[in-house]
């Protein structure tokens, strides 16, 4: 069967015949794309916390491995995209912005180095750094939750 991606967020939406796994960035900041197989659709709207769930359940559909340079450059990618379409940050892009902070304070870095790098230079390879990345990634989002939820209350 022939895939076709159906790419929305553009002045206009056009077919083309592709296997490639992105889509545009639409003004609601999301990632937008519909696989089309036959007449069955695949695929949906994503925010950035959906994406980045999406990576890691299945990072080979995204990023061809568990490869954190990958991930990284991905989410390069994702924030060229938007700037070229001149996008406004959505609050989960904001949030996103103050991971690389949130990391230098974590490892107690004060070199100027992403934060995959600082995660690599604490990982063995690039699937640890992967696996690593989403571990702190929970740990950050947890900690700008303004009032966290409690799963449980021990009883004494």
């Known amino acids: 069967a022939v895939v ?16 490639e796994p992105f889509g545009f960035i639409s003004s609601e900041s999301t990632l937008v794309s519909r696989t089309i ?3 069955q659709k695949v695929g949906g709207v994503s925010t950035l916390y959906d994406l980045l769930d999406k990576i890691r359940q299945k990072p080979g559909i995204y990023i061809s491995a568990s490869s954190l340079s990958s991930l990284h450059m991905f989410l390069c ?40 790098k600082i995660i690599l230079l604490h990982t063995a390879d690039e699937r640890a750094g992967f696996e690593l990345f989403f571990e702190l990634w929970n740990d950050f989002l947890s900690e700008q939750v303004k009032e966290p939820i409690r799963e449980y209350e021990k009883v004494a």
Do not use: M
């Not at 076709?4 to 592709?18: E, N």
């Not at 949130?102 to 100027?112: C, D, E, P, V």
């Open 77 to 116: 990618g994702y924030t060229f995209s938007r700037q070229e379409q001149n996008l406004a940050l959505t609050p989960e892009e904001q949030t996103f912005e103050k991971f690389q902070a949130w990391t230098q304070q974590r490892f107690q870095i004060n070199a100027s180095v992403s934060w995959a």
């Open 37 to 39: 197989i036959g007449d």
């Open 4 to 19: 076709k991606r159906l790419f929305v967020g553009c002045a206009s939406a056009q077919a083309v015949t592709s296997f």
